[in-house]
């Protein structure tokens, strides 16, 4: 079953800038910003060269991707997408589907280089695992989580009992409302109580 449902084709689609994560030698992240789109469900993103991810992708395909996706809550905080995937490389077709990325994200009069002047590249198709994030696939997700866990006790933020645990926000104001950098005088002090047996 595909996980990809109508704004989550609508966001990866949108000409948003990706932020793809792959997996040095080491362990270590590595971060390459990366045009994106759509093909056979699965997100794709082209590269005329042998680059670091792609060395990394052949290596171990564990990715993860993230977009801003415009938009905001009703708190004003962003919505962006995380694509938790299983990636591949394949070889050749990478101009062809640049020119495509380079036309869906800044339009269709956008200059592209002859195609023919181009190495045939490498594309990273990426298998959807799992989507996190915030947004409408969110809130669908945790819709679809609290229906199959079935009724359950609404949490204030602290629990009782052997794994207890409490975490409070104290804040300037009670309802601080949206996220506005100008109201500086909000000052936001976390304080949290976790036991090392949670963890």
């Not at 395909?61 to 905080?77: A, I, Y």
Request: aromatic letters at 6%; one cysteine or more.
């Amino acid at each position: 079953m595909s996980l990809l449902t109508d704004d989550i084709r609508e966001a990866i689609e949108g000409g948003h800038l990706g932020h793809l994560v792959t997996l040095n030698p080491d362990g270590s992240p590595q971060l390459s910003a990366v045009l994106v789109g759509l093909e056979n469900d699965e997100v794709v993103a082209a590269h005329l060269g042998v680059h670091q991810k792609v060395r990394n992708i052949r290596r171990d395909p564990r990715v993860v991707l993230s977009m801003q996706t415009g938009g905001m809550d009703e708190r004003g905080f962003a919505h962006y997408l995380v694509v938790y995937g299983t990636a591949r490389i394949t070889e050749g077709g990478a101009p062809e589907l640049l020119e495509r990325l380079t036309h869906q994200y800044y339009g269709p009069d956008a200059p592209f280089p002859p195609i023919e002047t181009l190495p045939p590249g490498y594309i990273t198709r990426i298998r959807i695992d799992r989507i996190g994030g915030a947004g409408p696939w969110a809130s669908k997700r945790r819709a679809a989580d609290d229906a199959s866990r079935g009724p359950r006790k609404a949490l204030d933020g602290r629990r009782s009992g052997s794994n207890a645990w409490t975490l409070e926000w104290r804040c300037g104001e009670s309802n601080p409302g949206p996220l506005n950098p100008s109201r500086r005088h909000l000052r936001a002090q976390p304080s949290a109580s976790i036991r090392s047996s949670e963890l």
